[in-house]
T-cell receptor, first 109, second 111 residues
Framework: EAQVTQNPRYLITVTGKKLTVTCSQNMNHEYMSWYRQDPGLGLRQIYYSMNVEVTDKGDVPEGYKVSRKEKRNFPLILESPSPNQTSLYFC????????FGEGSRLTVL | QQPVQSPQAVILREGEDAVINCSSSKALYSVHWYRQKHGEAPVFLMILLKGGEQKGHEKISASFNEKKQQSSLYLTASQLSYSGTYFCGTDKPSNDYKLSFGAGTTVTVRA
């Protein structure tokens, strides 16, 4: 079954404590991307990757890092989370049509 | 830069029609449409490419006016299952897939 898997699905953390949200896809897609969703703002792209070792900034990259060492994985790293990064995060992969993960709800206190 | 969607919300009765608009201030290569039901991930509806034909999905269709840098999504004879938030996504002629989504249009279909 075609899947994009994100972990964790829910996380409450404190300001400054580094965290990583993992994303894995089983469809051999070259393209992967991270979005954050906030009320009234829709889906905003954080980073995207066109292939292994190829990443680029989206519209809201500040405070985030990514890496693409393997084709199937595209982790999102928050080095020093702040409360304004409290959001619902989606990972997506695709070739034309995007397949989204189920989302990771992150709360930073 | 995010495209602009209108209206922000629309309420319909079953069987009624609606139009959702998506516009960009920049030249577009393609327009993507997704629907997200409450508590779920967005799901792909269709892609419209520059110079391509109008696309359809069930009784949902869309058009792409390249010159006006706009796309419209048409919900025809709406069904309860059409309820959700619709997002348009746009990318630029460089086609590096920097896909930016609008803020969304919430559609509520009532019996």
């Amino acid at each position: 079954e075609a899947q994009v898997t994100q972990n964790p699905r829910y996380l409450i953390t404190v300001t400054g404590k580094k965290l990583t949200v993992t994303c894995s896809q089983n469809m051999n897609h070259e393209y992967m991307s991270w979005y954050r969703q906030d009320p009234g703002l829709g889906l905003r792209q954080i980073y995207y990757s066109m292939n292994v070792e190829v990443t680029d900034k989206g519209d809201v990259p500040e405070g985030y890092k990514v890496s693409r060492k393997e084709k199937r994985n595209f982790p999102l790293i928050l080095e020093s989370p702040s409360p304004n990064q409290t959001s619902l995060y989606f990972c997506a992969s695709g070739s034309g049509e995007l397949f989204f993960g189920e989302g990771s709800r992150l709360t930073v206190l | 830069q995010q495209p602009v969607q209108s209206p922000q919300a629309v309420i319909l009765r079953e069987g009624e029609d609606a139009v959702i608009n998506c516009s960009s201030s920049k030249a577009l290569y393609s327009v993507h449409w997704y629907r997200q039901k409450h508590g779920e991930a967005p799901v792909f509806l269709m892609i419209l490419l520059k110079g391509g034909e109008q696309k359809g999905h069930e009784k949902i269709s869309a058009s792409f006016n390249e010159k006006k840098q706009q796309s419209s999504l048409y919900l025809t004879a709406s069904q309860l299952s059409y309820s959700g938030t619709y997002f348009c996504g746009t990318d630029k002629p460089s086609n590096d897939y920097k896909l930016s989504f609008g803020a969304g249009t919430t559609v509520t279909v009532r019996a």
